[in-house]
């Protein structure tokens, strides 16, 4: 195939930036779920080994938090403008059925994000700053001697819950690019089908051969 | 075998039972501390340092008598010096030896999220076992009584053992021995109680009507107990909490949350799982592909 048909069988989706920015917090979400998890509940200290034991976890855990959030403001900035909630988004949350059956065709058309991403997005924004306000006070040794225990108390008990409504909100992310095929593509290698796009973000589509890609 | 209690009834963020054939035959013990009875002369404190090999740094004096300031990881006993203004005017110089309480229902253990760290012994005797802990200062987010301490130079958390060593072959607690006045006791936590009573009795017919034992039911009861003359206001020996209890935020931290977020957190992965095993996958398929081109060659014209 020339290069030229090539063009026009695919649709750029995310840049090498962008793609980037995402991996980045990707893993550094991995490797902070995972050390989270070690030091929530005992059932998961196991996990503590693959930091180097209980102390490098505890060590390491709010450092790759730092970088984590640092990358997560940088995709926050790339994708705000994107993310901006309006009616059409209401109605597509609200019609979660048809779209968990793979009945799209019912509901309103997507622009380059559809309402459950844009849910999505904000519930994370909200975690990541909840997380990162409340690591600050629970951070031994540099941080937490300078709050009050009431406050650390109740820093350790929002990180858990901004962790666990996170994790969750992860997992069905990660199934949603499963699910939805053409989506780990589009975020490893950038592009995805006239088609796909069609398909699940017709707006955009149409945004996009508009602007004559 | 090698040197070990056998007699462990609690052991932190661990899910089993560890090891307890001795915790049958084991009896409860306390350290009663009579406040009344205290000169403050800090024997204990030098007592402790010396049985436990520490030595904290030397301060400064800030015009009071407790020194050092605070507890340390290298001061796991201080005497807090208070002077109390009683209501018909008259000074009253409350001295409380401040350490380690040994709670029945331990917010430290409930806290520590490394197995073994932190352990409760059948007597009642609640320990760090340092080569365990972390560093993370959970013990210290769980205590009612702000008693744990991170070392500066390990970053290991340290506090009054209840001289466990000693304890375990028969010996009373370091400050105990040392204790000129008989201020400080240990035996069983029954006889204790017994002795507080007698106590309790002298100081009430000594004028001090409110006179009592503090034991919080709060933390289920503690293994050093205090007698106070006014057991009606626990916070004017240095800030004594009144009802101490682990608090709400650490029980649904460390209490209900584990098991319901660990939960929760499968569930949402099986439903993605059964999801792609009922529903499938969301294709793009030909027909997508074809109505993708139509508008396109329409957009070029």
């Given amino acids: 195939m020339s290069d030229e048909s090539d063009r026009r069988d695919t649709i750029v989706r995310y840049s090498a930036g962008e793609r980037t920015n995402h991996w980045v917090v990707a893993i550094c979400f991995l490797l902070l779920a995972l050390s989270g998890l070690a030091l929530f509940h005992p059932a998961m200290f196991w996990l503590s080994n693959l930091f180097g034991g209980g102390t490098w976890t505890r060590i390491l855990h709010p450092f790759i938090g730092i970088v984590m959030f640092v990358a997560f403001i940088l995709l926050i900035v790339r994708v705000w403008s994107d993310n901006r909630i309006g009616e059409r988004d209401w109605q597509w949350l609200k019609q979660w059925r048809d779209v968990v059956n793979n009945r799209e065709e019912n509901v309103p058309e997507v622009g380059r994000y559809n309402g459950g991403q844009k849910l999505l997005f904000f519930v994370l924004v909200v975690c990541v700053f909840g997380l990162l306000l409340s690591g600050f006070a ?44 053409g989506s780990v593509h589009a975020m490893t290698r950038g592009t995805v089908t006239p088609g796909w796009a069609w398909k699940h973000h017709r707006a955009w589509f149409r945004d996009v051969i508009r602007r004559g890609q | 075998m090698a040197l070990q209690s056998l007699d462990i009834i609690r052991r932190s963020a661990t899910t089993t039972p560890s090891p307890n054939v001795r915790a049958e035959a084991t009896t409860e013990l306390a350290k009663l501390i009579d406040v009344s009875k205290c000169i403050g002369c800090k024997a204990c404190q030098v007592a402790c340092m010396e049985w436990n090999d520490l030595r ?14 605070d507890l340390s990881e290298n001061s796991w006993t201080l005497m807090r010096f208070a002077e109390y203004e009683n209501p018909k005017g008259d000074l009253e110089w409350l001295i409380r030896k401040d350490g380690c309480m040994h709670c029945a229902d331990p917010g430290c253990l409930k806290a520590c999220p490394s197995p073994g760290a932190i352990v409760q012994y059948a007597n009642g005797i609640v320990d760090f076992h340092e080569e365990n802990c972390i560093g993370c200062g959970y013990c210290i ?20 053992t209840l001289c466990s060593d000693r304890v375990s072959v028969g010996l009373e607690p370091a400050c105990v021995k040392a204790c000129p006045t008989g201020a400080i006791v240990f035996g069983t936590k029954a006889d204790m109680k017994d002795h507080a009573e007698e106590r309790i009795v002298d100081l009430k017919s000594r004028g001090f009507e409110q006179a009592g034992l503090y034991d919080p039911e709060g933390v289920g009861g503690t293994h050093v107990m205090y007698v106070l003359h006014h057991a009606d206001k626990p916070e004017i020996y240095c800030d004594l909490p009144s009802n101490p209890k682990v608090s709400p935020m650490v029980r649904l931290w460390k209490g209900a949350a584990k098991p319901l977020a660990l939960g929760v957190m499968a569930l949402t992965a099986l439903a993605g799982f059964f999801h792609y095993i009922r529903v499938g996958r969301n294709e793009t398929r030909a027909s997508d592909e074809a109505a993708a081109q139509r508008e396109m060659e329409k957009a070029h014209e």
């Avoid at chain 2, 904290?56 to 300031?69: L, S």
């Avoid at chain 2, 987010?141 to 009054?160: E, Q």
């Fill in chain 1, 138 to 181: 629970i951070w031994r040794p540099y941080f937490a001697p300078y709050f009050p225990v009431g406050l650390a108390r109740l820093a350790a008990t929002v990180h858990a819950i901004c962790a666990f409504v996170m994790i969750c909100a992860i997992i069905v992310h990660v199934y949603a690019g499963i699910w939805v095929k």
């Fill in chain 2, 56 to 69: 904290d740094e030397v301060g400064t004096n800030i015009g009071a008598y407790q020194n050092p300031h």
């Fill in chain 2, 141 to 160: 987010t769980g205590c009612p009584f702000n008693v744990p301490r991170l070392s500066k130079r390990d970053n290991k958390a340290y506090k009054c």
